[in-house]
């Protein structure tokens, strides 16, 4: 059977389905939105362009679920809830076409999870198809098959996600956050964590953030930036669900939970940018002459003052040099973010079967300058080993059949005929990414 999407309906109009359906309908699709009440449809319409709004209907669970049968994909994009998720798809599974496919744009419960008890026919037809938010510009597109997915179901969503959305497809394995988020998350809630001792020796959260930046590839909201973007009480929600779905052993289990201070902020709602007034690790004041003043919450005094500078004298300016700077700027950035890419290294073959899709799925979602496995080949993947063994500890998965290998890299050839080195040990085509 050959899959066409060219209709979409999308079940819940919160920031993920409103992105969705104006996404789609600005391809072109004819869209229909979905949500509890007409309230909330309307929010979400308002994402979408008004040149585009005459391709979208729009209706209510209630009223109108049936009329689902008249659309290609169906996108659950509703609460991060499995039990919700369930009587949602049990009721969507009887009214849908044959032929037709179906998705949840979950950021991290697991498909098995979702479609357990559901009839062979949604088995065939269901997978996850997770977008970064803002949808619109995010270029991620993570595409998560269950057991019995279909082929012709996956290759129907590729096709679509990269012809239609123009965004970058990446497999991923059916598998906890997935790709992207499985090693951003660990990146931002290690952090918190090991950043700690940097901040009870004088370091600065400023330098701290400035360090986890450009010096490392990344981009500048560092960490503390980072998760005020995103809101410490979604990070929340992410360690709870790290900490039921991580597989035993997972160096995560460490960081599903934030230090004193953060619950302390999470529990008087200073959760980020969104908090506006209460901020989050750090806020802009508008001051009575109608200028702005830029403050930092001091995770030491758990008070707020005015921003600094950060401090970058010595850090060299090569990318990645300064993980191996004797000092603590360089003890930082190794611990936080070569913790960071030495998890990614023992990652496959769990979340998936490459290395290029996971380096693809951190670019493109949280816009790193390279991925995981094209960093550790920039900076050096024998002083990483080398660091790696003179501290005792084994090496990641990863990194030890780049050992075994005897290769110094990761990936080889032009760019016209590039491989990459496989979790057997051998070398293997980097096809063309599936994207726009």
Same mark, same amino acid.
């Given at each position: 059977?050959?899959?066409?999407?060219?209709? +979409?309906? +999308?079940?819940?109009?919160?920031?993920?389905?409103? *992105?969705?359906?104006?996404?789609?309908?600005?391809?072109?699709?004819?869209?229909?939105?979905?949500?509890?009440?007409?309230?909330?449809?309307?929010?979400?319409?308002?994402a979408? $362009?008004?040149?585009?709004?005459?391709?979208?209907?729009?209706?209510?669970?209630?009223?109108?679920?049936?009329?689902?049968?008249?659309?290609?994909?169906?996108?659950?994009?509703?609460?991060?809830?499995?039990?919700?998720?369930?009587?949602?798809?049990?009721? +969507?599974?009887?009214?849908?076409?044959?032929?037709?496919?179906?998705?949840?744009?979950?950021?991290?419960?697991?498909?098995?999870?979702?479609?357990?008890?559901?009839?062979?026919?949604?088995?065939?037809?269901?997978?996850?198809?997770?977008?970064?938010?803002?949808?619109?510009?995010?270029?991620?597109?993570?595409?998560?098959?269950g057991?019995?997915?279909?082929?012709d179901?996956?290759?129907?969503?590729?096709?679509?996600?990269?012809?239609?959305?123009?965004?970058?497809?990446?497999?991923a394995?059916?598998?906890?956050?997935?790709?992207?988020?499985?090693?951003?998350?660990?990146?931002?809630?290690?952090?918190?964590?090991?950043?700690?001792?940097?901040?009870?020796?004088?370091?600065?959260?400023?330098?701290?953030?400035? @360090?986890?930046?450009?010096?490392?590839?990344?981009?500048?909201?560092?960490?503390?930036?980072?998760?005020?973007l995103?809101?410490?009480?979604?990070?929340?929600?992410?360690?709870?669900?790290?900490?039921?779905?991580?597989?035993?052993? $997972?160096?995560?289990?460490?960081?599903?939970?934030?230090?004193? @201070?953060?619950?302390?902020?999470?529990?008087?709602?200073?959760?980020?940018?969104?908090?506006?007034?209460?901020?989050g690790?750090?806020?802009?004041?508008?001051?009575?002459?109608?200028?702005?003043?830029?403050?930092?919450?001091?995770?030491?005094?758990?008070?707020?003052?005015?921003?600094?500078?950060?401090?970058?004298?010595?850090?060299?300016? *090569?990318?990645?040099? +300064?993980?191996?700077? $004797?000092?603590?700027?360089?003890?930082?950035?190794?611990?936080?973010?070569?913790?960071?890419?030495?998890?990614?290294? *023992?990652?496959?073959?769990?979340?998936?079967?490459?290395?290029?899709?996971?380096?693809?799925?951190?670019?493109?979602?949280?816009?790193?300058?390279?991925?995981?496995?094209?960093?550790?080949?920039?900076?050096?993947?024998?002083?990483?080993?080398?660091?790696?063994?003179?501290?005792?500890?084994?090496?990641?998965?990863?990194l030890? @059949?780049?050992?075994?290998?005897?290769?110094?890299?990761?990936?080889?050839?032009?760019?016209?005929?590039?491989?990459?080195?496989?979790?057997?040990?051998?070398?293997?085509p980097?096809?063309?990414?599936?994207?726009?």
């Amino acid at each position: 059977m050959s899959r066409q999407i060219e209709s +979409v309906a +999308v079940l819940g109009c919160g920031t993920m389905g409103s *992105g969705i359906a104006a996404a789609s309908a600005a391809a072109g699709c004819r869209v229909l939105m979905l949500d509890v009440d007409a309230a909330a449809v309307e929010r979400g319409l308002a994402a979408v $362009d008004e040149d585009h709004r005459g391709r979208v209907e729009t209706g209510t669970f209630d009223a109108d679920l049936p009329r689902i049968a008249d659309y290609d994909w169906i996108c659950e994009a509703i609460v991060e809830d499995v039990a919700i998720k369930q009587h949602l798809f049990a009721q +969507v599974e009887p009214l849908r076409k044959d032929g037709s496919v179906i998705s949840s744009n979950t950021s991290g419960i697991p498909l098995r999870d979702i479609a357990a008890g559901m009839p062979d026919r949604f088995q065939r037809d269901v997978a996850i198809t997770h977008f970064f938010n803002p949808v619109r510009v995010m270029k991620l597109f993570e595409l998560v098959p269950g057991e019995q997915t279909s082929p012709d179901v996956i290759d129907a969503f590729a096709a679509f996600g990269a012809a239609q959305l123009g965004k970058g497809v990446v497999h991923a394995k059916d598998t906890v956050n997935f790709i992207g988020n499985r090693i951003g998350c660990y990146f931002m809630l290690s952090g918190l964590h090991r950043a700690k001792p940097f901040l009870a020796d004088g370091m600065t959260q400023e330098t701290i953030d400035a @360090v986890l930046g450009k010096p490392v590839g990344l981009p500048p909201t560092g960490l503390y930036g980072l998760i005020d973007l995103i809101g410490l009480d979604v990070m929340d929600l992410v360690g709870k669900n790290l900490a039921v779905n991580l597989p035993p052993g $997972d160096a995560g289990h460490a960081f599903t939970s934030f230090p004193e @201070v953060e619950e302390r902020m999470l529990e008087r709602g200073q959760l980020g940018r969104k908090s506006r007034e209460t901020g989050g690790f750090g806020r802009v004041q508008k001051l009575d002459d109608g200028s702005k003043k830029k403050e930092t919450f001091d995770l030491v005094d758990e008070e707020w003052r005015d921003a600094q500078e950060p401090d970058l004298s010595g850090v060299p300016g *090569g990318l990645g040099d +300064v993980l191996f700077e $004797d000092s603590p700027h360089g003890d930082l950035a190794w611990q936080i973010f070569g913790g960071t890419l030495r998890y990614a290294a *023992g990652l496959v073959p769990e979340i998936a079967d490459d290395i290029v899709n996971i380096d693809n799925a951190i670019r493109w979602g949280f816009n790193w300058a390279q991925g995981p496995f094209e960093l550790l080949d920039t900076i050096g993947t024998e002083r990483v080993i080398g660091r790696i063994r003179s501290e005792g500890a084994e090496l990641p998965a990863m990194l030890q @059949v780049l050992a075994d290998s005897g290769s110094p890299t990761f990936y080889r050839g032009t760019d016209d005929a590039r491989e990459h080195l496989g979790r057997d040990g051998a070398w293997h085509p980097v096809e063309s990414p599936v994207e726009s």
